[in-house]
Every structure is written in structure tokens, then in C-alpha cells.
């Protein structure tokens, strides 16, 4: 199974601020079969890039997505109030489809 | 619109089986896959398996292989998760979740439209 390690576990950030998550995948993914989800306390998770680096629809142009291979990267240029969530990187190239264990960005 | 609803909370033995519903609506049901996710108390994202719901085929997590099964019915656009020999740490949130795009091609995708979670809790 690909093992996806996401760095750091807890983000402390002031809105406004940029945020720069990481997700380190075990073995290289098939071509960029890698998403990004935001999942707030109580509800379901909410996908936020596909593709390694396309914004789903309706989702701000604050957030993008980058890396290939093993390496991959969640911007979010300018943090807003409603950013603050838990965040999980995802893997649908090789199954079983596995998750990141998620990186928490909390307000400092 | 596009809209994935599940049924309700469950409360059950440990051995006993449960079998989750997610009603799929706004969209052709057949043309998107639809996985299954779980979510312990306060941890992560599991994936659980998938269902094609055009000609039924399956494929599971090895850690769920025998005791899931995932169906689904096309006259009422619904897919179902039975999980059995429930044990305590099978108590989570479960969540059924569509793929991005449709038809055949879309295997390998990303999950864009998801249920709001069912409440399993297995206790004696």
C-alpha cells in the first residue's frame, strides 16, 4: 500500500498568513493521482484539488496544489477565517486508495 | 443538485452485521462510481472499497475483504454497504462518496460529492 505521510500534524497560523502543506507519498504515485480534501468538525471531508494541482469547482483561487513523483504541496496564499480545518492528501492511482493522516491548521 | 443521503445512525453488538444505504440523486446514477470511506472517533480518513453502480463490480481494501459487501440497486439510484462480525473499533462515521467524473475512464478519481455520514457505533 502507498503510505501518504502529511507534514506538519498542526499548522498554528494568523488569518491572513500563508499556509503550505505537505504530503509525502512512499513510493512515486501513477502520473498525479493525488487530492487534497478540507473536512471541518461534523461535517463531510470537501474535495479541494484533484490532479495534484485543479481546483475543484467552486473553490477559491487561494488554494493551489503542486508537486509529482513523491512530493506534493496545498497552498493556501492568504488564510481566511474559514480556512481553519483539518486538511488530507489522497492517493486514486493504486489501490487500495489510501489518505494522509491530516494536518490540522488552527488559528494562533 | 447532486446530492448523496445516507441512512440513519445504527447502534449495534459486537458479531452483529449493518448494512448502510446512500440514496444518490441530481445525476445519472449509473454513470459514477461510488466509494466508501470511515472515519473512527477524532482520527482519519479510511478507504473502505467501491461499487460501480452501472454493472455492480466491487473492489475492497484487503482489511475489509469477507466481511464487506457493497451493492447497489438502480431502481432507486441507491447504493448499500453491509459490514459483519462487527467489533468495537468498527464504531465511525461512514461516508459514501461519488467520483469526480463519469463513465468507465473515471476509475481513477478523485471524490467530489459526498453523503453526510452515518453514525455506526458497535458496543455490547
Known amino acids: 500500500d502507498i503510505v501518504l505521510t502529511q507534514s506538519p500534524g498542526t499548522l498554528s497560523l494568523s488569518p491572513g498568513e500563508r499556509a503550505t502543506l505537505s504530503c509525502r507519498a512512499s513510493?512515486?504515485?501513477?502520473?498525479?493521482?493525488l487530492a487534497w480534501y478540507q473536512q471541518k468538525p461534523g461535517q463531510a471531508p470537501r474535495l479541494l484539488i484533484y490532479d495534484a494541482s485543479s481546483r475543484a469547482t467552486g473553490i477559491p483561487g487561494r488554494f493551489s496544489g503542486s508537486g509529482s513523483g513523491t512530493d506534493f504541496t496545498l497552498t493556501i496564499s492568504r488564510l481566511e477565517p474559514e480556512d481553519f480545518a483539518v486538511y488530507y492528501c489522497?492517493?486514486?492511482?493504486?489501490?487500495?486508495?489510501?489518505f494522509g493522516q491530516g494536518t490540522k491548521v488552527e488559528i494562533k | 443538485q447532486v446530492q448523496l443521503v445516507q441512512s440513519g445512525a445504527e447502534v449495534k453488538q459486537p458479531g452483529a452485521s449493518v448494512k448502510i444505504s446512500c440514496k444518490a440523486s441530481g445525476y445519472t446514477f449509473t454513470s459514477y462510481y461510488i466509494h466508501w470511506v470511515r472515519q473512527a472517533p477524532g482520527q482519519g480518513l479510511q478507504w473502505m472499497g467501491v461499487v460501480d453502480p452501472n454493472g455492480g463490480s466491487t473492489s475492497y481494501a484487503e482489511k475489509f475483504q469477507g466481511r464487506v459487501t457493497m451493492t447497489r440497486d438502480t431502481s432507486t439510484s441507491t447504493v448499500y454497504m453491509e459490514l459483519s462480525s462487527l467489533r468495537s473499533d468498527d464504531t465511525a462515521v461512514y461516508y459514501c462518496?461519488?467520483?469526480?467524473?463519469?463513465?468507465?475512464?473515471?476509475?481513477?478519481?478523485?471524490?467530489?460529492?459526498w453523503g453526510q455520514g452515518t453514525t455506526l457505533t458497535v458496543s455490547s
Open positions: 489522497q492517493q486514486y492511482g493504486s489501490s487500495p486508495w489510501t
Open positions: 513510493r512515486g504515485l501513477t502520473s498525479t493521482y
Open positions: 462518496a461519488r467520483v469526480r467524473c463519469s463513465g468507465g475512464g473515471c476509475y481513477r478519481e478523485a471524490m467530489d460529492v
